[in-house]
């Protein structure tokens, strides 16, 4: 027996050896090569008709994020679930009036099949943003709209407030972005407006009244600016309603719906008896993956993946199938504050809430689709060596001698810890704590947020129809790939 464990241990030291030898010979690429070409040559077309979609949107994952991710994650050659997946495309993200988007326009595109104007959401480009007055024939239909009018069942899952601009492209139509709840469409229109707030949209809404889960934040746009939620922090509604109670008031009717407020509430929530589930875990948006159970009380509220898993366990229970868009809304807001390890964490843990439902459903029935709203500024660049720290230097710079960082942007607040005050002299990082929470990335021009970039963003598919979204082409060509998987919408059957 102990010689055979000798030369068990013998033959994995061995495979080991080989194992890290092998990326230093040709004929393991061209092995590797080989491999994804037998893949790519024994592919057969999924055309069964799809059950499910799944849409999951990264706010502000540029194809760097993706790229970077990996790195993160310890290996820049290793499989994510982006790369799992057998079908890749490029989505344009211009909107009508602006090069570069913003999530709201974006939102109407690949929700709704229309480009918009930026700060518009659900509307066409007839439609200018803050405009008090829209008709009918500008308001646009969103897939959601087309999954119910089919008989299915919807949701929505978001790391933002609920009625912030990308899930609002589900359910609302508005010329502002902005007004998530009615103080400042009041403030700008008052009573010359046919227009309703976002919440009363999501709450009472043909579209938004019959999605069977909402999960994230945003509890401040349902209560008055005199009500305090269950953490005591005050609304901002200045209509004296609780759209949170007149949610429940609807669905208790035939008492089938339940609202949640923290984790273990929503870990409790028995499926076999609920039929709709409203989760606001924050007055406004939820907290940063990294900031979640800190030790905080406070702070125990459920990731992406756990509301991601809810959402699909009550979905999976309709008969007829489903419609669920999944939100990574703070990928974009430390993005906007030049925080790449907080992108990091975040676009880490959205891979895990993919992999969950992956793991949850069958591609022979469900559609996933990933993709993003919009890129950013953000450059990973420099000459790091393999599998060595992504937060880490690119390298010493030949011009100042100071140290550089692989990962950077071309604008935001960090101009003001890239360089010393008043000089054009880059500040020393070399004794700075580069991994520190709160700690920016490098900047090249002073803004308060960075913006967000004009390129190309990812789309990657697995299910049914997934071949469809291969290619380069418009963002509002997504939800028409989607329903015509689904034959629903503009493809349902007569």
Request: aromatic share 10%; with cysteine.
């Amino acid at each position: 027996m102990k010689v055979f464990i000798v030369l068990l241990l013998q033959i994995l030291v061995l495979a080991t050896a080989v194992s890290a030898q092998s990326e230093n010979t040709a004929e393991y690429w061209r092995q590797n090569a080989q491999a994804f070409l037998r893949s790519k040559l024994n592919e057969k077309y999924k055309t069964k008709k799809a059950k499910n979609i799944i849409m999951f949107l990264g706010d502000g994952m540029s194809l760097s994020t993706v790229s970077a991710v990996r790195a993160y994650l310890g290996n820049e050659g290793i499989s994510t679930v982006f790369d799992r997946f057998p079908y890749f495309g490029f989505s344009k993200t211009y909107c009508v009036n602006g090069q570069t988007a913003d999530s709201s326009c974006t939102a109407t595109a690949y929700l709704n099949g229309v480009k918009g104007n930026m700060l518009t959401t659900g509307v066409t480009a007839n439609v200018q943003a803050e405009q008090c007055v829209i008709t009918e024939k500008d308001k646009t239909e969103s897939i959601a709209s087309w999954a119910q009018k089919a008989g299915k069942a919807t949701g929505l899952v978001t790391t933002t407030t609920v009625t912030h601009a990308s899930p609002s492209g589900a359910y609302a139509n508005t010329p502002s972005r902005f007004w998530e709840g009615n103080k400042v469409l009041d403030q700008m229109c008052g009573s010359t407006t046919n227009v309703r707030d976002i919440a009363h949209q999501l709450i009472n809404g043909e579209v938004g009244k019959k999605f069977k889960v909402i999960l994230g934040g945003g509890r401040a746009h349902m209560i008055n600016s005199t009500m305090m939620d269950e953490e005591g922090q005050f609304g901002q509604r200045t209509d004296g309603r609780n759209l949170i109670n007149e949610w429940l008031t609807a669905k208790n009717q035939q008492n089938v719906g339940q609202f949640v407020w923290h984790k273990q509430q929503l870990h409790e929530v028995n499926y076999t008896t609920v039929d709709y589930l409203l989760g606001l875990f924050e007055s406004l948006d939820c907290l940063y993956q990294m900031d979640i159970n800190d030790g905080n009380l406070h702070n125990q509220e459920p990731t992406l993946t756990d509301m991601t898993v809810a959402a699909i366990r009550l979905l999976e229970k309709d008969p007829n199938g489903y419609f669920l868009f999944v939100e990574s809304g703070k990928i974009d807001h430390a993005h906007h504050y030049n925080q790449a390890n907080r992108a990091m964490v975040e676009t880490a843990e959205f891979i895990r809430a993919i992999e969950a439902a992956r793991a949850m459903t069958k591609d022979d029935d469900t559609l996933i689709v990933i993709t993003s709203d919009h890129s950013h500024t953000f450059t990973y660049s420099g000459y790091g060596s393999r599998k060595s720290d992504i937060l880490g230097f690119g390298g010493i710079s030949d011009m100042d001698q100071k140290p550089y960082l692989k990962l950077s942007y071309a604008n935001g607040p960090a101009y003001d810890t890239t360089y010393i005050k008043n000089t054009a002299e880059r500040v020393d990082l070399t004794n700075v704590d580069i991994h520190n929470h709160a700690f920016l990335q490098s900047a090249t021009v002073p803004l308060s947020a960075e913006t967000h970039a004009g390129d190309d963003v990812g789309i990657f598919a697995s299910g049914p129809f997934e071949h469809l979204f291969a290619g380069s082409y418009e963002q509002n060509n997504i939800p028409m790939l989607m329903a015509y998987a689904a034959q629903i919408g503009p493809f349902a059957k007569k």
